[in-house]
């Protein structure tokens, strides 16, 4: 089964200083974090602020390339989460076929933003995750969940392109 979310926000850890993408669930129930690279941050960053740039950027193109050939993005799905490393897929439909391409949910999550798709991820991952948090010994990880739990607004305007 699948958990609707919708992007919360972009924040640094505190630890690694690597940015992270936080997603929550529409009911307000789950927090998810999705550690992500410095580049996909900034492409998520640009079409969360709405910043044009002078020209297309990856995902730009990306989006323009499946509305050339008459491809609409019907959702996208974080649907694993395996040796610390989530997977995404993005859902297309083209000529009444679906079909399903494989993708990191940083891309995919760029990619949503721009065409206005909406963003699920699967119970699993989120159990998974969960587990491993609730696991994982080291103070960090602990402050960091408890961290994310408690974001206000004003906290999720931190990050810094």
């Not at 499946?66 to 610390?84: E, F, M, P, T």
């Not at 399903?100 to 933003?113: K, V």
Request: glycine fraction near 4%; charged fraction near 25%; hydrophobic fraction near 45%.
């Amino acid at each position: 089964m699948e958990v609707e979310m919708k992007i919360r926000g972009l924040m640094m850890d505190p630890v690694t200083q690597m940015p992270i993408v936080v997603l929550k669930d529409v009911q307000g129930q789950s927090v998810l974090p999705i550690w992500v690279g410095a580049y996909e941050a900034n492409a998520i960053a640009l079409e969360i602020e709405k910043v044009s740039t002078p020209r297309p950027m990856t995902h730009d193109l990306l989006k323009n390339v499946l509305l050339g050939l008459d491809v609409h993005v019907q959702k996208i799905v974080v649907n694993d989460l395996r040796d610390d490393t989530f997977f995404a897929l993005i859902w297309v439909e083209r000529e009444g076929e679906l079909i399903s391409i494989d993708s990191r949910p940083s891309d995919a999550l760029a990619l949503a933003l721009r065409v206005d798709c909406p963003i699920f991820v699967d119970e699993s991952v989120l159990k998974n995750s969960k587990v491993a948090t609730a696991l994982a010994e080291r103070s960090s990880n602990e402050q960091l969940r408890n961290y994310l739990e408690g974001l206000s607004d004003e906290d999720l305007g931190r990050y810094k392109m």
